[in-house]
């Protein structure tokens, strides 16, 4: 009889699937010197509604007890808001959580997902984690999706195709028509995750609005978060609208109790405190135009933003960007020989961001 093959290393056998899934990098936090801003992870610089504290911390007695599983209250404020079957609203662990879920409802190995690339980092992780294979769609010269060939890309194989707009990190948007003919084109059969986790802050007039798109086509849903408008990143909601079947493998893959009483009740003081916050909105807007209008002047070339961030193509001289911001007290977040993604914070940090980029660019010519 023959002896059983030895396996290497001594610890459990993990899934092959796991090797060399890049670590989620998250932004780095603000440095240590006397003026320091954090404009890595777009964030809402403002801290939360003394309403919304008071209404989360209220959760805070209760402690002792599992929070309600189904988010019942969040989801019913949801499908109010957005005037959907409360049926149709899902909620997860930050709007990462819920992709995760899609992407495990959806795909495994020998399926694919296709995406944008450069695009939201945490999609080759998870997709990757499922055990599926990511099909990388290269964006325009103008930092855009490239929808046509990614509808080319579609094959037997695939299973979810993800749609960031505004992209991360370039903040450009998709445009609606563009949207609706690659929608036509994609199989019935495959599901479309149009990511809108920066939507509130578009104002550009072509830019598609995912729910009304999601109401025409069982097979696109909707992804949207609490933590870049609404300012909570801390606490970890998102959520997904999408049609009966996928809504319901969402509360099939969902971690049990996954988002906390505190989250659920700052969420729901969140919606209900929506105008105040969307003045926020529109005070970051204004600073994004802003910040790229002099930008423009001092001669950059950045995509039309339609996020809190601007994207910086700097290939080469990524690194050197990174560290002149850092050393002028505002981080920001390199992706190395590609470029920096900086996000639109308060007036000051973004005076600092304007003043380094001006140096640079003078140094550089
Ligand atoms: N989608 C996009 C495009 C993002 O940029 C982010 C956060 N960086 C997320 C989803 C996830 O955000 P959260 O999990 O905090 O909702």
């Given at each position: 009889?023959?002896?059983?093959?030895?396996?290497?290393?001594?610890?459990?056998?993990?899934?092959?699937?796991?090797?060399?899934?890049?670590?989620?990098?998250?932004?780095?936090?603000?440095?240590?010197?006397?003026?320091?801003?954090?404009?890595?992870?777009?964030?809402?610089?403002?801290?939360?509604?003394?309403?919304?504290?008071?209404?989360?911390?209220?959760?805070?007695?209760?402690?002792?007890?599992?929070?309600?599983?189904?988010?019942?209250?969040?989801?019913?404020?949801?499908?109010?808001?957005?005037?959907?079957?409360?049926?149709?609203?899902?909620?997860?662990?930050?709007?990462?959580?819920?992709?995760?879920?899609?992407?495990?409802?959806?795909?495994?190995?020998?399926?694919?997902?296709?995406?944008?690339?450069?695009?939201?980092?945490?999609?080759?992780?998870?997709?990757?984690?499922?055990?599926?294979?990511?099909?990388?769609?290269?964006?325009?010269?103008?930092?855009?999706?490239?929808?046509?060939?990614?509808?080319?890309?579609?094959?037997?194989?695939?299973?979810?195709?993800?749609?960031?707009?505004?992209?991360?990190?370039?903040?450009?948007?998709?445009?609606?028509?563009?949207?609706?003919?690659?929608?036509?084109?994609?199989?019935q059969d495959v599901l479309v995750v149009i990511d809108e986790a920066y939507r509130e802050f578009v104002r550009d007039p072509q830019a598609p609005d995912g729910i009304a798109l999601y109401r025409e086509r069982p097979n696109v849903c909707v992804l949207r978060t609490f933590s870049k408008a609404y300012g909570l990143a801390g606490l970890r909601v998102g959520f997904a609208v999408a049609h009966e079947p996928v809504a319901e493998a969402l509360r099939k893959t969902a971690v049990p109790f996954g988002v906390s009483q505190i989250a659920q009740n700052a969420a729901i003081a969140s919606l209900r405190a929506e105008s105040a916050l969307l003045e926020r909105v529109a005070e970051l807007v204004a600073e994004r135009q802003r910040v790229s209008a002099a930008l423009a002047a001092q001669g950059w070339s950045v995509p039309a933003s339609q996020a809190n961030f601007v994207w910086f193509r700097l290939g080469e001289d990524t690194m050197a960007f990174a560290a002149a911001c850092e050393a002028a007290g505002v981080t920001v977040r390199p992706f190395a020989g590609e470029g920096v993604r900086a996000t639109v914070g308060e007036p000051a940090a973004n005076d600092i961001l304007l003043r380094t980029a001006e140096a640079f660019l003078a140094e550089r010519s």
């Open positions: 009889s023959q002896e059983p093959a030895p396996r290497p290393g001594k610890g459990p056998r993990l899934r092959a699937a796991l090797e060399g899934i890049p670590s989620y990098v998250p932004g780095r936090p603000a440095g240590e010197g006397p003026v320091t801003y954090k404009l890595s992870s777009n964030e809402n610089p403002y801290p939360p509604l003394p309403g919304v504290l008071q209404t989360a911390i209220s959760a805070a007695d209760s402690l002792n007890r599992y929070p309600d599983l189904s988010c019942s209250a969040l989801v019913a404020e949801l499908a109010e808001r957005f005037a959907v079957p409360v049926s149709h609203v899902a909620t997860g662990t930050g709007s990462v959580g819920v992709a995760q879920q899609l992407v495990q409802a959806t795909a495994g190995p020998g399926d694919e997902v296709i995406y944008a690339w450069r695009s939201f980092e945490a999609y080759p992780i998870i997709t990757q984690i499922s055990g599926a294979t990511s099909v990388r769609v290269p964006l325009t010269a103008a930092e855009e999706h490239d929808l046509p060939a990614m509808a080319d890309a579609v094959t037997d194989r695939t299973r979810l195709i993800f749609v960031c707009t505004p992209n991360n990190p370039t903040g450009t948007v998709t445009r609606r028509a563009e949207l609706e003919r690659f929608l036509d084109r994609v199989p």
